[in-house]
């Protein structure tokens, strides 16, 4: 049989760092048929799919797919309309707070298609996925198996010619993969010239390929139908093949796994569970699940992702309470509080849960002194672990460079290290090699048989799950059967374990409500719509997205409009330069009318309040040192007569100044207080009224008459918080993407660079809009403050701004990697501009050259002449317009800036 | 007992391991405590520095020229001259904080004894300088003429004589205090952030799942957290007072450096327990970071280490009692500046360690249950 290819790979090799992904790799995959790449994780099958969707930058070779050079921009963007990529992990392209419906719509968008063309082809889908009844829930709450096909819902909404599936059906129960692969047969027959390329771990599904190449560190080492590749090794199933096919060093240690018959042994059961039931708010992940759990026994567990397996598990641990029902270990009811049951058990969970930042021995070590292991012991025991796991080798290594099947290895031993009489494992092989994973058994086989320890076990492999002393079968938080392998298969009159499998989830669903597609059902291709290179309707599309997703995440929300009243409320409060009610005390020596008077004049300012006198300059120092009083004044012996009489007697002034700034004030009001004094002396005539000033000072406090400090603050809080939130918020726009993957929507659609990038700024720019609303309202109600100038020469002012800084912080995200980095960058780098050179704190005249350089560099500044500008000093457009274009020059530039520097493949 | 002192000290150990692998993390304590201390104490300062003047002179005379001389640097800029109608767009621009304006006739009127007015036009906008900025010019304006006049022989005395003495920062050296003040702060920052996000960073790995199925306890794993990373910080704020603030600053520190190191761990106690009791409110990174940054920003500004307590409406001063930031600042003044003893601060000390518990109590009670209800 001899089939055009799709896609030719000629001397293909990738890396990444010093890792070598693929080496030298050439292949031709047939055209129209369904093209299977096998093999374990790790070897290169997803950066093999991801180059030839194009969602990866080529870095040495050449690849020709759908009849054009994968290298040209212009051929990539015509690909972009007929390949439909699905990136590996459950429902990974998917949004999880959007509804099924949404996530559809805005593939639907992403391609042009009209709404009536959306909703007619989104219809047919869900009826033929079976998706039909649950248009509305969001797609973070549906199962494994759903997730997996609304996403390939989200592939298929524009017909493409080449779909390229990465391990589809992985951590999918049988009956969701079986249904699954049906689904991909039919919508096979009814577009009969589309190619499929797919790639699994579970080399039974390869069974149903009609062309397979399996692969091994980053190169092929065979490739033809099944029956080829079986007929080549002479091994009756494909499992067996691989391993065959695998070079000489790696399958040396395989030996085929043989399980010895169970000793009975006495005693209660090992583990028990009772009615156990665990709710998250109205979702019930355990319901009333029953089962026990012999001494000595190995116990499967088996489900799809999110049956709540894990939770199960983690209920017997003491993770987690359960809502209802009970767990019991060796027979007694579980207190997670009790340090001796825990001594007992050993926990195995899903993911790497060890400390990436100590070696191999140091996480050993670590664990065996938490463990209490003796000290003679302790050595000899991680001595022992290194030398079972075969780890002596990677012991001073760090976890994180480590391949996934030698971690995993090391979590096992760290979970057996105190010699545990139970162990519970969460999926202990998924990712594993086959060759790997048989050694796993064989251990816990082991230790089983030999040493009598009970092992828990949940796994999506058939044969781990036929290796079990018994096994239970997990649907919907349910437990659907328990019994022996053998007998399970016998119960139901299957064939295998796997077909009895799906014959109890069959019960369970009810009868499958997916209906086949029609051809003539499917609505035929809208080709004119998307050719443009920018359609506001896919910028439309991602800001819609970016909105629902705002909206759904309520947390957030709450942050980016309360946060910044917060904090207006606490710098219109807190920070406040109007010193008032300093505390002072008397030591009042001369206690004479005149001395009297003088303390009136004090404790009659607002500025300052009375404490009671001090007979002692001591007494004086301490409340000083105390901090009771700021400002001590001692008057003197014969203060009164001296003053009457013209002799210029001297009091003495004592301030505080731990504060310096305080201190100065303190030393302004002093002045004030004592012309004050002075001046009521002269009008009674008992000075010389020539007294004091020769001169005299109008002050004129311009922009803000009563000179407070919150009418001077508004407009500064306003810069602040439109700068630091919004860039914030949007800084975590693009990365977020790139942290869960949803990204690949962006590389392998028709969307452009600019589209993407202005579709996730607007949102935040119009919460941050609102937001500016609010401040306004806020310091209008709370402080009185109102806008003195042209009301639209702030509004508008205000929208450049904000549209300057979430251009910003969508800047940040194209460079930054994790979403906690982009935060951080986004607060340092605008906090630093906006608080020092921007006029907050210092006035820009004030600041150094260098300085206000600085100033002039960030949108900030400009910014704050027209917030204090409108606000404070009445000024309208035709003062502040250059400002205005400033800003605005500052949006297109970061927007530009993002655009140049986002890549539309990744590297 | 000896079982949790030892499983708080093993896991001291571990936390202290993870710290030194995490390079990031170790240029953020050396820069906040290095530069971060020195760029703001010698730069950022509310006191007046370099003000912007400027002046109409519409009289010319010596006393006006005078005056314009005597108003100096550091406080301000040297003073430029503008005309009279140039004022407002001057003012408008932002381009001078303080316009003085000098009638016709000032000095002939001044001589006569007519006491004229000198206008000071001043931006209230820039509250931090407008009002000391304009009573040391007021002061400026009234010394000179003083000295003017005893120069051309008038006599002028005043009644009496205020003898000011600062205590504690003579020169009132604005560096004194916001050196001190920014090691405060970062204390705080650095404290939340480190432990809170030491157990997200373990919740996000699920290496705390793997602790809490072995025989430890949760309030050994968060007093490990706090010892361990409390420790970081001690150790570095104590290096920062010394070659920072003491050495590469000369700022004095009038009291006992020991009891302000007694004083600065019961205070991080009380903060690393709020930072893991805010940690149990989230459940990401950027929640945690979303939800600190508010808290830690209301702590330091209106701890009393920005703007002072007495500026701050009574509720409010009330309600921040309930910050062991505000308690902390009154213990550090009282002792690096005024030399306090115990006597005088044990108060402070007192209501640390009792915030300081009840966070404790309150992130214990909820560890447990943030564990449970994730996911």
């Known amino acids: 049989m001899t089939r055009d290819a799709v896609a030719s790979l000629t001397g293909v090799s990738h890396r990444y760092g010093a890792t070598a992904a693929l080496s030298d790799l050439s292949l031709d995959i047939p055209s129209g048929c369904m093209a299977g790449l096998i093999g374990p994780d790790g070897v290169g099958k997803s950066t093999l799919l991801a180059l030839v969707s194009g969602v990866r930058k080529l870095q040495d070779g050449g690849i020709t797919v759908l009849g054009g050079d994968i290298t040209a921009p212009a051929h990539r963007r015509v690909c972009s309309r007929r390949i439909a990529y699905m990136p590996q992990g459950l429902g990974r392209n998917l949004y999880p707070t959007l509804s099924v419906y949404e996530n559809l719509d805005f593939f639907g968008q992403l391609f042009g298609q009209s709404r009536a063309e959306r909703h007619a082809r989104i219809m047919t889908l869900l009826q033929a996925t079976g998706l039909a009844p649950f248009p509305d829930r969001p797609a973070g709450k549906l199962s494994g198996g759903m997730k997996q096909k609304l996403s390939l819902c989200s592939a298929l909404i524009h017909d493409p010619d080449l779909v390229i599936l990465d391990e589809p059906t992985t951590g999918v129960d049988p009956l969701s993969r079986r249904q699954f692969w049906d689904l991909i047969a039919t919508i096979r027959e009814t577009r009969?010239?589309?190619?499929?390329?797919?790639?699994?771990?579970?080399?039974?599904?390869?069974?149903?390929?009609?062309?397979?190449?399996?692969?091994?560190?980053?190169?092929?080492?065979?490739?033809?139908?099944?029956?080829?590749?079986?007929?080549?090794?002479?091994?009756?199933?494909?499992?067996?093949?691989?391993?065959?096919?695998?070079?000489?060093?790696?399958?040396?240690?395989?030996?085929?796994?043989?399980?010895?018959?169970?000793?009975?042994?006495?005693?209660?059961?090992?583990?028990?569970?009772?009615?156990?039931?665990?709710?998250?708010?109205?979702?019930?992940?355990?319901?009333?699940?029953?089962?026990?759990?012999?001494?000595?026994?190995?116990?499967?567990?088996?489900?799809?992702?999110?049956?709540?397996?894990?939770?199960?598990?983690?209920?017997?641990?003491?993770?987690?309470?359960?809502?209802?029902?009970?767990?019991?270990?060796?027979?007694?009811?579980?207190?997670?509080?009790?340090?001796?049951?825990?001594?007992?058990?050993?926990?195995?969970?899903?993911?790497?849960?060890?400390?990436?930042?100590?070696?191999?021995?140091?996480?050993?070590?670590?664990?065996?002194?938490?463990?209490?292991?003796?000290?003679?012991?302790?050595?000899?025991?991680?001595?022992?672990?290194?030398?079972?796991?075969?780890?002596?080798?990677?012991?001073?290594?760090?976890?994180?460079?480590?391949?996934?099947?030698?971690?995993?290895?090391?979590?096992?031993?760290?979970?057996?290290?105190?010699?545990?009489?139970?162990?519970?494992?969460?999926?202990?092989?998924s990712g594993v090699d086959p060759v790997a994973r048989d050694g796993f058994w064989q251990y816990l086989i082991r230790l089983s048989r030999d040493e009598g320890v009970t092992i828990f076990v949940s796994t999506h492999f058939m044969n781990e799950a036929e290796r079990c002393d018994r096994i239970s079968l997990m649907h919907a938080g349910r437990v659907l059967a328990v019994g022996a392998p053998s007998e399970l298969v016998r119960q139901r009159g299957a064939a295998t374990l796997e077909d009895a499998f799906v014959g109890y989830l069959q019960e369970a669903a009810g009868p499958d409500t997916a209906s086949p597609v029609q051809p003539s059902e499917m609505p035929h291709r809208n080709g004119a719509a998307s050719d443009r290179s920018f359609d506001p309707m896919r910028l439309w599309a991602f800001a819609r997205r970016e909105a629902i997703e705002i909206l759904r995440d309520p947390l957030r929300l709450t942050f980016a409009l309360l946060g910044p009243v917060i904090l207006l409320l606490t710098f219109g409060y807190g920070i406040s330069f109007d010193v008032e009610d300093l505390p002072f005390a008397v030591l009042d020596q001369d206690q004479s009318a005149e001395s009297r008077t003088l303390t009136e004049a004090f404790s009659g300012s607002r500025f300052f309040v009375e404490q009671p006198p001090v007979a002692t300059p001591a007494e004086l120092a301490t409340r000083l040192q105390s901090a009771r009083i700021v400002l001590g004044l001692d008057i003197p012996p014969d203060f009164g007569r001296s003053l009457l009489s013209g002799e210029t007697p001297e009091i003495r002034v004592d301030i505080d100044g731990a504060m310096p700034f305080r201190a100065e004030t303190v030393r302004g009001y002093l002045q004030g207080a004592g012309a004050s004094y002075l001046a009521g002396l002269a009008a009674q005539g008992r000075i010389p009224a020539m007294s004091a000033a020769p001169v005299s000072v109008e002050t004129r406090f311009r922009y803000n008459q009563a000179f407070k400090s919150v009418f001077a603050m508004i407009p500064s809080v306003i810069m602040l918080m439109l700068v630091l939130i919004p860039s914030m918020m949007s800084a975590i726009g693009v990365v977020r993407e790139k942290e869960t993957g949803s990204i690949a929507n962006f590389r392998s659609t028709p969307a452009s660079r600019t589209e993407f990038l202005l579709g996730k700024q607007l949102p935040y720019a119009a919460?941050?809009?609102?937001?500016?609303?609010?401040?306004?309202?806020?310091?209008?109600?709370?402080?009185?403050?109102?806008?003195?100038?042209?009301?639209?020469?702030?509004?508008?002012?205000?929208?450049?701004?904000?549209?300057?800084?979430?251009?910003?912080?969508?800047?940040?995200?194209?460079?930054?990697?994790?979403?906690?980095?982009?935060?951080?960058a986004a607060a340092i780098v605008s906090i630093i501009p906006a608080i020092n050179f921007s006029g907050l704190l210092v006035p820009v005249s004030s600041l150094s050259t260098g300085g206000q350089l600085a100033g002039r560099l960030f949108p900030s500044a400009w910014y704050e002449q027209i917030s204090v500008g409108t606000f404070a000093k009445g000024l309208g457009f035709a003062d502040l317009w250059p400002n205005h274009l400033v800003l605005a020059g500052f949006f297109v530039l970061f927007v530009t800036a993002s655009i140049l520097l986002l890549n539309k493949q990744e590297a | 007992m000896r079982a949790w002192v030892r499983n708080v000290l093993l896991l001291s150990r571990k936390e202290l391991r993870s710290l030194r692998a995490d390079p990031v993390m170790f240029v953020l304590i050396f820069y906040v405590f290095s530069v971060a201390v020195y760029l703001v104490a010698t730069g950022v300062r509310l006191e007046v520095t370099n003000a912007s003047v400027a002046y109409v002179d519409q009289d010319r005379s010596a006393l006006s020229r005078q005056i314009v001389g005597a108003i100096l640097p550091p406080n301000f800029k040297p003073p430029e001259e503008i005309r009279a109608d140039a004022?407002?767009?001057?003012?408008?621009?932002?381009?001078?904080?303080?316009?003085?304006?000098?009638p016709p006739s000032f000095e002939a009127d001044v001589l006569r004894g007519r006491t004229p007015a000198v206008q000071l036009n001043v931006d209230a906008t820039a509250m931090a300088q407008a009002g000391n900025g304009a009573a040391f010019l007021q002061q400026i304006i009234r010394e000179e003429t003083v000295r003017f006049l005893t120069e051309t022989g008038s006599d002028v005395q005043a009644p009496m004589d205020m003898v000011v003495r600062i205590r504690f920062n003579p020169n009132l050296n604005a560096v004194w205090f916001s050196s001190v003040m920014q090691i405060i702060n970062n204390i705080s920052i650095l404290s939340v952030l480190l432990t809170g996000a030491a157990l997200i960073r373990e919740r996000e790995h699920g290496t705390i799942e793997h602790l809490l199925v072995m025989p430890v306890t949760p309030s050994e794993i968060m007093t490990a957290k706090i010892c361990a990373n409390g420790l970081a910080i001690i150790v570095a704020a104590i290096l920062s007072l010394w070659l920072v603030v003491?050495?590469?600053?000369?700022?004095?520190?009038?009291?006992?450096?020991?009891?302000?190191?007694?004083?600065?761990?019961?205070?991080?106690?009380?903060?690393?327990?709020?930072?893991?009791?805010?940690?149990?409110?989230?459940?990401?990174?950027?929640?945690f970071g979303l939800l600190a940054l508010p808290v830690l920003i209301v702590m330091n500004l209106l701890s009393g280490s920005t703007t002072p307590m007495e500026s701050m409406p009574d509720w409010l001063r009330m309600a921040m009692q309930m910050s062991p930031s505000t308690h902390f600042v009154a213990f550090a003044q009282a002792i690096l500046y005024r030399g306090a003893g115990p006597a005088i601060v044990w108060p402070q000390m007192a209501i640390m360690a009792g915030l300081g518990a009840a966070f404790f109590a309150l992130a214990l009670r909820r560890f447990r249950q943030s564990m449970a209800s994730a996911r």
């Open chain 1, 192 to 429: 009969p010239g589309m190619s499929v390329l797919v790639s699994t771990a579970y080399m039974e599904e390869a069974e149903r390929f009609d062309w397979l190449a399996a692969m091994n560190a980053g190169r092929i080492i065979a490739t033809g139908s099944p029956d080829e590749i079986r007929a080549r090794t002479g091994q009756p199933t494909l499992e067996q093949a691989f391993i065959d096919l695998l070079p000489e060093a790696e399958r040396r240690n395989h030996r085929s796994v043989e399980v010895p018959p169970r000793p009975d042994r006495d005693g209660p059961p090992a583990i028990e569970a009772r009615g156990l039931t665990r709710r998250f708010g109205d979702f019930t992940a355990v319901d009333h699940v029953d089962f026990q759990i012999r001494p000595g026994e190995i116990f499967g567990f088996l489900g799809s992702n999110g049956c709540g397996k894990t939770t199960t598990m983690k209920m017997l641990t003491g993770l987690q309470t359960a809502s209802e029902g009970q767990a019991l270990l060796f027979g007694e009811p579980l207190d997670p509080d009790d340090m001796a049951t825990r001594r007992r058990v050993g926990y195995m969970s899903q993911s790497f849960s060890l400390y990436s930042e100590l070696s191999v021995r140091q996480n050993l070590d670590l664990h065996a002194r938490l463990y209490h292991l003796p000290p003679d012991r302790r050595d000899e025991r991680v001595a022992q672990m290194l030398q079972d796991f075969d780890l002596q080798p990677h012991a001073d290594k760090l976890p994180d460079g480590l391949p996934l099947g030698i971690r995993q290895r090391l979590q096992l031993a760290v979970a057996v290290l105190h010699a545990p009489e139970v162990l519970i494992l969460d999926e202990p092989t």
């Open chain 2, 246 to 287: 003491q050495t590469a600053l000369n700022v004095p520190v009038a009291g006992s450096v020991p009891l302000f190191v007694l004083g600065a761990v019961i205070y991080l106690a009380s903060v690393t327990g709020l930072g893991i009791l805010l940690a149990t409110f989230t459940s990401s990174m950027p929640q």
């Open chain 1, 767 to 824: 919460v941050a809009m609102i937001s500016f609303f609010s401040l306004v309202a806020v310091s209008y109600a709370v402080f009185g403050g109102s806008i003195k100038g042209s009301v639209s020469a702030l509004v508008v002012g205000s929208l450049l701004y904000v549209l300057a800084t979430t251009g910003f912080g969508v800047l940040i995200s194209t460079f930054t990697r994790t979403q906690i980095a982009a935060t951080f």
């Open chain 2, 87 to 102: 004022v407002d767009a001057a003012m408008d621009s932002g381009r001078f904080v303080f316009v003085l304006s000098f």
